[in-house]
């Protein structure tokens, strides 16, 4: 069974860094060469069996209309540990069928019904008999459908709502309080529900908050999948079990045996080769093949020289020494840092770091001879972003580069075993694998390293001021127990040198900047609120370590405006 293949050429002339999107994950993974496989001709591998296996098959389908929360309600469902993707409304059959769906939910979106061209739920989902859950738009798409009628609301219901629950008996809101806090958004209601169904639950401005019939169609008109809507899980999880009877075979146990097995099946004896960087994802990937194929995989590391302190032994650590991996280590510092002589343009950076970092790459991974397959660390919201991206014409804010490479004048196929997870199952698996907590709870850190936290042109010695002033940044917030809790924190190397006094002595110093957010995804961030203490510590601690600094502020701008990295 072939289901990661593709097929690349090897024209390198077209590897240009320059127009890969923003990957959602935020860590420093292989993704790159999936748009260079993409730009190559290569296809993306659609292989819905490739994240459960067999007879254990279960899925719901979440049907998407382009809501922003779409994503969203297939996390919650895989957090009741039902395997759930979310397709677009024109999937066909076929695919939807090879999943074993046993629901599906309808998403929200932008349209609205009764517009010529609206989105509509394909035939297929009704003819299936199996249940059907309708999110706000997914629930007039469905009362749109079925002879209701729905209209534009004479007042937008928007936020906070209180629900009230008429219907208890309903197995569908089993198990929930009889009035709750509920978050809708929407500018359309129902007016008129289609024949057969009944309310099941009103708020003030919605008589029909909940709807349903005795064919297991039911209808929401606010979102349970955000977190403003608290007892919302539990509706889809009854929804997922008492009305889909899905039994909950989506655990990260069972996804790391099958995933085991497939690889083996895959690579036979082929030999495969991966970019590890220290990043949860890649580590995974990398723990992964090596559990399954052992040495038949080789993972290059390359020291770019733009790493925080201890990384480079430490990644080399755990995973030659501990996990016994095959680990072709290059010590490429010096070549990096030649390349970045005189640069300061931040965008200027990343393309250099990127090819270099490709250059490098290509040149170890030529000299193991004949390679099979190419590992990557692709996860499921990178999947459904760059498939809904071309589409989309967005802004480019930074070109991200991730640790990549494509060995040229080699055929090689893809490998992507973490395709389906969310960020969190990817942990589980890594988790499940026996990788070190540090490891599976890392930060993200991006792909430039430390060359996007040093404003203007990168040098030796700004590398180690930089590497001592996030040092003790780490350092304090670790001590303090926020690591966890915080997407990010780190420190930022300025260009701007300010006057200060030391004993009875003038000091002109560098300005470091602390940088620590709270985010789900990296899309957006806001500033931590980190105790005035622990800011005191951190700060007294740089002046006093770094003889180069003499002033440290604390960054408190949200993203957006900003963004989480300074270049
Ligand atoms: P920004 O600065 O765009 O960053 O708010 C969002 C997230 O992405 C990380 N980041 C990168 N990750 N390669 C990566 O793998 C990159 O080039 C890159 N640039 C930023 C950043 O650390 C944050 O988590």
């Known amino acids: 069974m072939?289901?990661?293949?593709?097929?690349?050429?090897?024209?390198?002339?077209?590897?240009?860094?320059?127009?890969?999107?923003?990957?959602?994950?935020?860590?420093?993974?292989?993704s790159t060469y999936l748009e260079i496989a993409k730009?190559?001709?290569?296809?993306?591998?659609?292989?819905?069996?490739?994240?459960?296996?067999?007879?254990?098959?279960?899925?719901?389908?979440?049907?998407?209309?382009?809501?922003?929360?779409?994503?969203?309600?297939?996390?919650?469902?895989?957090?009741?540990?039902?395997?759930?993707?979310?397709?677009?409304?024109?999937?066909?059959?076929?695919?939807?069928?090879?999943?074993?769906?046993?629901?599906?939910i309808l998403s929200g979106g932008p349209a609205s019904v009764y517009e010529p061209g609206a989105p509509l739920a394909p035939a297929y989902i009704y003819e299936s008999n199996l249940p059907i859950l309708g999110i706000c738009y997914g629930m007039q798409v469905i009362t749109h459908q079925l002879g209701g009628k729905v209209m534009p609301a004479t007042k937008h219901e928007y936020g906070h709502a209180v629900l009230h629950v008429s219907n208890v008996d309903s197995?569908?809101?089993?198990?929930?309080?009889?009035?709750?806090?509920?978050?809708?958004?929407?500018?359309?209601?129902?007016?008129?529900?289609?024949?057969?169904?009944?309310?099941?639950a009103y708020t003030e401005g919605s008589p029909f908050a909940i709807m349903g019939n005795d064919k297991r169609i039911f209808g929401l008109q606010f979102h349970p999948e955000v977190a403003h809507t608290p007892q919302g899980k539990t509706i889809l999880k009854n929804f997922a079990y008492r009305i889909c009877g899905c039994r909950g075979n989506w655990t990260m146990g069972n996804f790391t045996k099958d995933s085991l097995a497939r690889i083996k099946e895959q690579v036979g004896r082929g030999k495969v080769i991966n970019a590890l960087s220290g990043g949860v994802d890649s580590a995974v990937v990398a723990t992964?093949?090596?559990?399954?194929?052992?040495?038949?995989?080789?993972?290059?590391?390359?020291?770019?020289?733009?790493?925080?302190?201890?990384?480079?032994?430490?990644?080399?650590?755990?995973?030659?020494?501990?996990?016994?991996?095959?680990?072709?280590?290059?010590?490429?510092?010096?070549?990096?840092?030649?390349?970045?002589?005189?640069?300061?343009?931040?965008?200027?950076k990343r393309k250099v770091i990127g090819e270099e970092f490709i250059k490098v790459f290509e040149e170890e991974a030529s000299r193991i001879g004949k390679v099979d397959f190419l590992a990557q660390g692709t996860l499921y919201p990178d999947v459904i972003e760059s498939a809904s991206s071309g589409s989309k014409a967005s802004a480019k804010i930074k070109t991200h580069h991730n640790v990549g490479g494509l060995?040229?004048?080699?055929?090689?196929?893809?490998?992507?075993?973490?395709?389906?997870?969310?960020?969190?199952?990817?942990r589980q698996v890594g988790l499940e694998l026996g990788l070190p907590e540090e490891m599976i709870w890392r930060q993200p850190f991006p792909g430039p390293g430390l060359a996007i936290r040093i404003i203007g042109e990168v040098?030796?010695?700004?590398?180690?001021?930089?590497?001592?002033?996030?040092?003790?940044?780490?350092?304090?917030?670790?001590?303090?127990?926020?690591?966890?809790?915080?997407?990010?924190?780190?420190?930022?190397?300025?260009?701007?040198?300010?006057?200060?006094?030391?004993?009875?002595?003038?000091?002109?110093?560098?300005?470091?900047?602390?940088?620590?957010?709270?985010?789900?995804?990296?899309?957006?961030?806001?500033?931590?609120?980190?105790?005035?203490?622990?800011?005191?510590?951190?700060?007294n601690r740089i002046v006093n370590e770094v003889p180069e600094v003499n002033r440290v502020v604390y960054d408190i701008t949200s993203k957006p405006p900003s963004t989480i990295e300074w270049e």
């Open 171 to 200: 197995p569908l809101l089993a198990d929930l309080d009889t009035s709750l806090p509920v978050w809708m958004s929407h500018g359309d209601q129902i007016e008129e529900m289609p024949p057969g169904f009944s309310a099941l």
């Open 39 to 104: 730009e190559l001709g290569g296809e993306q591998p659609s292989a819905p069996e490739e994240a459960i296996s067999g007879a254990e098959r279960e899925a719901i389908i979440v049907i998407d209309f382009g809501s922003q929360y779409s994503l969203l309600i297939a996390r919650r469902i895989r957090e009741c540990q039902v395997y759930c993707e979310l397709l677009p409304y024109d999937t066909p059959w076929e695919k939807i069928i090879s999943l074993n769906p046993k629901g599906f």
């Open 407 to 426: 060995p040229a004048k080699m055929t090689l196929n893809l490998i992507e075993p973490l395709r389906y997870l969310f960020k969190d199952e990817v």
């Open 459 to 539: 040098t030796k010695e700004k590398l180690e001021i930089l590497r001592s002033a996030d040092w003790v940044v780490m350092n304090e917030i670790k001590k303090a127990k926020l690591y966890r809790q915080l997407w990010q924190s780190f420190a930022i190397l300025t260009d701007v040198k300010s006057v200060g006094v030391m004993g009875d002595f003038r000091t002109y110093g560098y300005l470091v900047s602390i940088r620590a957010v709270t985010s789900e995804d990296a899309m957006t961030a806001d500033w931590a609120r980190l105790p005035y203490d622990l800011l005191a510590r951190i700060s």
């Open 288 to 348: 992964l093949i090596h559990r399954a194929i052992g040495n038949q995989l080789t993972c290059i590391f390359v020291n770019n020289g733009l790493l925080r302190r201890e990384e480079v032994e430490r990644t080399f650590n755990i995973f030659h020494l501990n996990l016994g991996m095959n680990i072709i280590h290059i010590d490429a510092s010096e070549r990096f840092l030649h390349c970045l002589k005189g640069v300061v343009n931040p965008e200027v």
């Open 2 to 30: 072939v289901i990661f293949g593709i097929e690349m050429t090897k024209d390198k002339s077209k590897q240009d860094l320059g127009s890969h999107r923003v990957t959602t994950s935020g860590d420093i993974e292989v």
